[in-house]
């Protein structure tokens, strides 16, 4: 059997000694009634969002947005930073298979290397960064400094209010 994406993202924090913790609860992907069962304020979720972002007319690249649980991304500053000609939602069926995992269960770390992992940097206002993860069921909640220590995204300004 093939190493899933949450193995996948097991082994690395355990590799780099994160500090984590998992929260089991009832199957959810939305990020204000998962924060609600999981007992944190909605702006400590990272909600993660594939993007595709068109580069003229031939070319495109595809995104991992993660903003604070209670922004939104602003897909005209993503666009801005590929001087591109469009961003929008990446199809599904695509942003699940770059992703690894399901809807409403994205990772905040890029495992694919066609996603080009961008977070806005108040996703480290709080201690602690919680996302679903890549199971509906389970979640964690990880300390934001080994967030950005083992991701190593991109940090822009993307989110909306």
């Known amino acids: 059997m093939s190493e899933t994406t949450y193995d996948r993202l097991i082994a690395l924090?355990?590799?780099?000694?994160a500090s984590y913790r998992l929260i089991d609860h009832e199957p959810e992907g939305q990020t204000?009634?998962?924060?609600?069962?999981?007992?944190?304020?909605?702006?400590?979720?990272?909600?993660c969002i594939v993007l595709i972002v068109k580069?003229?007319?031939?070319?495109?690249?595809?995104?991992?947005?993660?903003v604070p649980g209670h922004a939104r991304v602003d897909t005209g500053k993503v666009k801005a930073l590929?001087?591109?000609?469009?961003?929008?939602?990446?199809?599904?069926?695509v942003a699940e298979r770059l992703a690894g995992s399901v809807a409403g269960t994205v990772l905040p770390f890029a495992f694919h290397p066609d996603l080009i992992l961008i977070a806005d940097p108040s996703i480290s206002n709080h201690d602690e960064l919680f996302f679903n993860a890549a199971r509906l069921d389970r979640s964690?909640?990880?300390?934001?400094?080994?967030?950005?220590a083992l991701a190593k995204p991109r940090l822009e300004r993307i989110a909306v209010p």
Do not use: W
């Not at 924090?13 to 000694?17: E, T």
């Not at 944190?40 to 990272?46: C, L, Q, R, S, W």
């Not at 580069?55 to 993660?66: D, H, N």
């Not at 590929?82 to 069926?93: K, L």
């Open 82 to 93: 590929f001087d591109g000609t469009y961003a929008g939602f990446a199809a599904t069926d």
């Open 140 to 148: 964690m909640a990880l300390r934001s400094s080994d967030y950005i």
């Open 13 to 17: 924090l355990d590799a780099n000694k």
């Open 55 to 66: 580069i003229g007319k031939k070319s495109s690249r595809f995104v991992l947005a993660v």
């Open 32 to 47: 204000d009634k998962v924060s609600a069962m999981r007992g944190h304020p909605v702006e400590a979720a990272a909600k």
